[in-house]
């Protein structure tokens, strides 16, 4: 266990007939189970226990959850620094400490950022968080669907798409089969010159990580895991050009401490930013 949860017990109180009947409280979810993983309140018993089971698999799995946020901390001020101002954050997730918009309005408090989570626990709590927050909305669509979310009124009443964006989906891509540079293709054409990609993907390569044995454990979950090579992580880019130091493992992207730097070490998954032209 990662101890207790302040405002677990809540979430256990939940039922299907109070939350309406697109809420899935009966199977681990993903965004749950990473929000627990993160030391976050917004996850069930049945999330905690597939997640505990997969720490007993392998511990590092705390580990890729927490070098995945890292980097995404790392990547919004790069953006930001870049030029960026506005985010648009796919598979967005639980709610949870350092989230897309306070990384990217502390540096700027011009930046806007929309979440989009086919997740609606997830959407739920993000409007309850930002209903003070003019300049950040959340979404509740299938990424899949890129009409969809680039059409939604809280998507284009808060984004310019003539104008420069970071498209973000980190951690999210491995919960789909087929080719996921299908989908990001589906955004990427729709981005204008100077845009950004961010993204992280689960690994098959890494050799420290009992990644087949956690993998293997998410197939009882609602989004069951798919691993990728790096070659497959690549091709997901398309014509945008990864900046410096390019396909790495999470800890290894442009990290603020060098004397941390852990060459080699994928932590579990591959992570790049890419520029698109």
């Known amino acids: 266990m990662l101890g207790e949860h302040v405002g677990a017990a809540n979430w256990d109180s939940f039922d ?38 997969m720490i007993a698999i392998d511990p590092a799995v705390v580990d890729i959850a927490r070098a995945n946020r890292s980097f995404l901390r790392r990547a919004v001020r790069f953006c930001v620094a870049n030029g960026i101002r506005q985010f648009l954050d796919l598979g967005s997730g639980i709610p949870t400490v350092g989230n897309v918009h306070e990384i990217a309005q502390r540096a700027d408090p011009a930046c806007r950022v929309a979440y989009v989570d086919t997740e609606a626990i997830a959407v739920a709590h993000s409007r309850q968080l930002l209903r ?30 003539e104008q420069p964006v970071a498209l973000l989906a980190l951690m999210v891509l491995q ?89 080699g070490s994928h932590a579990g998954s591959y992570v790049a930013v890419a520029r698109i032209p």
């Not at 309406?20 to 018993?45: I, S, T, V």
């Not at 927050?133 to 798409?161: K, S």
């Not at 798919?226 to 999470?250: C, N």
């Open 16 to 53: 299907e007939e109070s939350l309406g009947a697109e809420f899935d409280l009966e199977r681990p979810n993903a965004a749950r189970m990473y929000d627990y993983w993160l030391g976050g309140a917004a996850n069930l018993a049945v999330d905690r226990e597939l997640a505990d089971r």
């Open 132 to 161: 003070h927050n003019p300049l950040a909305t959340a979404t509740h669509a299938d990424l899949r669907d890129a009409d969809a979310v680039l059409t939604a009124p809280t998507v284009t009443g808060l984004l310019d798409f």
């Open 175 to 263: 919960y789909f089969p087929g080719n996921p540079g299908d989908i990001i293709a589906r955004y990427r054409q729709r981005l204008a010159p100077g845009s950004f990609l961010v993204i992280s993907h689960l690994t098959s390569e890494e050799r420290e990580i009992d990644m087949a044995g956690l993998t293997k454990a998410t197939s009882t979950a609602s989004t069951p895991a798919y691993l990728r090579s790096r070659a497959e992580f690549g091709t997901i880019f398309g014509d945008a050009q990864p900046v410096d130091p390019g396909i790495v493992g999470a800890p290894d992207w442009r990290p603020d401490d060098p004397h941390e730097h852990h060459t």
